[in-house]
């Protein structure tokens, strides 16, 4: 937790990303406050991750699957915030985490090829409602995902090396979100986007669910599950090629 609360950059980005979504809130908010509808969540993400990365003097890639989730997980946090008027808002997402993951590739002189990774994640997205009523909500999310990461790489055996690179990758994505409510405490959600392009990332995709319980009117509580998939390109001297994030998610809501 120091290391998060070191890290001037991730907290440069999470003032101004809550500023410009408060903002947003504020002018529109005070014009017809009655008509906005708006959420803040908070939540642990307890992920791991497979990368495909190109250690210091390795002529061909090296891909370390996901781990055993129980035997190898990280945690981060995420926060979100979006605000709502009819069919239309804006939704706002920050994460942290710092994760970690080691293999023995079949590679001559070569014992272990150990990463580290440090990811931050910010997502800005329009909201775009298809389909409202107290039952089921379906939205579109078009928007922004900017990832940055700074990555260690370690070779252990007769090769040996220690390889550092960083990355910042902003992406144009498309989304799509899914809710049902079960009953009037119980809600379902669905998430999935498709994003990159070729703009900056390759490609990037993500997938989510979560299922909400109220307990009082403006607090719920939720447990959920989130995966997200880059495919950066292939420059050397970056280092890592791609990589994915999977983790369970637990935290609150407020509603008002």
Known sequence: MLRIIESTRFVRILRHAFLTLAFFVAVEGFSQEEDWEYEISASLWTGNTGVEVLPLDFSRAVDIDLPDFLDNYQLGFLLRGEAVKERFGVLLDVG????SASD????PNVDRVSVDVNSTLVTLSGIFRIHGSDKFRLDALPGIQYYHSDSEIAVQGSMSGTASSNRSNWDPILGLRAKYVVFSKLDLGLFGSIGGFGASSQ??????????????????????????????????????????????????????
């Open 96 to 99: 942290y985490i710092q994760l």
């Open 104 to 107: 023995e590739p079949e590679v």
């Open 203 to 256: 490609s990037t995709t993500q997938f989510g669910a979560t299922a909400g319980y109220r307990l009082l009117e403006l607090f719920s509580v939720h447990l959920g599950y989130r995966l997200i998939d880059w495919d950066f390109d292939e420059v050397e001297e970056r280092r890592l090629i791609s990589q994915n994030i999977s983790g369970v998610l637990v935290g609150f809501k407020l509603s008002f």
